[in-house]
């Protein structure tokens, strides 16, 4: 047991941290507009996965004004999402972004209350 425990400990692996906290210089979201294709945009989301990129893509694709909505995850060990937006005329991916993220708020903050509510009970 004592040489395994050796071996683990002497693996090449990144530290836990790395996969929650942002590093100096790193920012949450960089935003990278789409060149081939009008009203769209790509959002690199930093530290975060498939639960996030998931419940953002479902949320946007509730807007009407939102055409596609779909995110990747370049690699297992990259600890980040690429969220592809692309929005009708007169509406921008970062508005539809915005709005997504105010209704899930919302959404949630009336999970919690009910949730609350059933607690008590």
Do not use: W
């Amino acid at each position: 047991y004592y040489i395994l425990q050796k071996k683990l400990t002497v693996m090449n692996a990144p530290p836990p941290f790395e996969s929650f906290l942002l590093l100096d210089g790193e920012k949450k979201i960089v935003i990278q507009k789409d060149t081939k294709v009008p009203n769209a945009a790509h959002f690199i989301v930093n530290k975060e996965d498939h639960t996030l990129g998931n419940l953002l893509r479902a949320q946007l694709l509730k807007d009407p004004q939102v055409i596609f909505a779909g995110y990747k995850v370049p690699h297992p060990l990259e600890h980040k999402f690429v969220l592809r937006v692309q929005t009708t005329d007169g509406y921008t991916p970062q508005e539809a972004l915005s709005v997504a993220i105010t209704d899930l708020i919302s959404e949630l903050n009336l999970l919690e209350e009910s949730f609350k509510e059933a607690v008590d009970e």
